[in-house]
């Protein structure tokens, strides 16, 4: 492998989506990463070892014999910055975490000392097993980074939790990751054993069946913070209200439309309920544009424009306060995060915010029809209710997140041993 690219294992696992990994490999490479694909022997039944070998570059085996004066069953793991595998089936994970060395990959897997990352597919039975989750459970406590299955269509007929993210999406997790790890940071798996909630994007509030009161909110920064806080180790759950985005991988996707709903969904999952349990939430980062306001009255057919004729005035109620309620109510130790965007005066309205809402954090912005809104980069000043002010220069919205996510960690209570 060249020592001048990041050096990437990309284990393949005996599964259907292992024809999605492809399209992995191709953005590992031309993204300039060195790649070696380590199939098991049965993945070789789904994607043959010339398509691997092609898109690589590299001879391509299952077998700890093939090579052996090379001593690839030790070497692989040792001099690769990241082992990556997809998909990881229900007995790729159990082999993993038992510590079994029947072939090269989890030779692989035993040796590596860089971040290792497991991206599951299975059906959803297989997933939700008590034995594949302690699987996960027992990887996870040594570290490696268990993606949690996006949702969808399985093999057949069948749909449910246990589908392979996009490779798109499994990209972003792996770049993360290994910037992390470039950046000195390779314990930078901080949040494992957490689970956060973020949320994104804008509310709408309808007005009749085809219109709404809205903003201009992407959804592009909370996506970020969920993405960044996957390749930490965090278990995510991401509410998403009217943003376009792909789900990242690894995040649990909630969608919602109006403030009620993302009120009601946002509860659910920092308490642990709803569709998501497992506890109540380490931290939640409300970085969605939350409307205000709603309309009092929802008008069922559609409000007719008559010639000559002022439109009635649309009277409007307050929303609920999400920020607040969730800084009100949350127990202890919990860390609540929350968003300002403002047009003027952008400190003194933040710091005045933060005292109102009674949040850990509150990440000041200027927006406008050119900035923030809808762009790849964001400039903000993280206020704190310690009295601290932390300044993040215009960048990609990622190193906006990797701020905010840094000082989450630091006013988080350690976990409790075992």
Not at 248 to 262: C, I
Not at 282 to 306: E, H, L, N, T
Not at 363 to 372: A, H, P, R, S, Y
Request: aromatic residues 4%.
């Amino acid at each position: 492998m060249s020592s001048s690219q990041p050096r990437v294992v990309l284990g393949v696992g005996a599964g259907i989506a292992a024809y999605k990994v492809c399209e992995l490999l191709r953005r590992l490479t031309e993204s300039g990463h060195d790649v070696r694909v380590v199939p098991t022997a049965d993945a070789l039944r789904f994607v043959g070892e010339p398509t691997w070998a092609a898109l690589s570059g590299h001879p391509v085996s299952p077998e700890v014999w093939t090579g052996v004066s090379e001593v690839p069953h030790v070497r692989l793991g040792q001099g690769a910055d990241l082992v990556f595998v997809a998909p990881a089936t229900a007995d790729l994970l159990a082999r993993a975490a038992h510590g079994l060395a029947d072939d090269l990959l989890t030779n692989t897997l035993l040796t590596a000392r860089c971040p290792v990352v497991f991206a599951p597919a299975m059906h959803t039975e297989m997933w939700e097993h008590p034995a594949t989750q302690a699987n996960v459970a027992t990887l996870r406590s040594r570290g490696a980074i268990v993606v949690e299955p996006a949702a969808g269509r399985l093999t057949g007929k069948d749909t449910g939790p246990g589908r392979l993210p996009e490779p798109a999406e499994l990209f972003e997790v792996a770049r993360h990751v290994l910037a992390r790890s470039a950046a000195g940071r390779a314990e930078g798996r901080d949040l494992a054993g957490r689970h956060v909630v973020v949320s994104a994007g804008g509310t709408r509030e309808p007005i009749d069946p085809v219109r709404f009161i809205g903003n201009r909110s992407s959804g592009m920064q909370g996506y970020a913070l969920a993405r960044t806080a996957v390749a930490r180790g965090a278990r995510v759950t991401l509410v998403s209200a009217n943003s376009a985005l792909p789900d990242p991988a690894g995040a649990r996707v909630v969608r919602v439309g109006s403030a009620e709903e993302m009120r009601k969904a946002v509860l659910e999952a920092v308490q642990g309920g709803g569709p998501h349990p497992g506890g109540e939430a380490d931290a939640v980062v409300m970085a969605a544009a939350v409307a205000d306001f709603r309309p009092v009255g929802y008008q069922g057919s559609k409000i007719k424009k008559a010639a000559g004729v002022e439109p009635e005035p649309i009277a409007l109620a307050k929303n609920p306060d999400i920020l607040a309620e969730l800084a009100a109510r949350r127990p202890a130790g919990q860390v609540v995060v929350g968003f300002a965007a403002e047009t003027d005066d952008v400190l003194a309205n933040g710091r005045d915010k933060l005292a109102r809402k009674g949040c850990d954090l509150l990440v000041v912005n200027q927006v406008g029809e050119d900035l923030t809104f809808g762009l790849p980069d964001n400039e903000a000043v993280v206020l704190g209710a310690d009295g601290t002010a932390t300044e993040v220069p215009r960048g990609a919205k990622e190193a906006l997140a990797e701020v905010v996510w840094d000082l989450v960690v630091a006013r988080l209570e350690p976990l409790p041993l075992g």
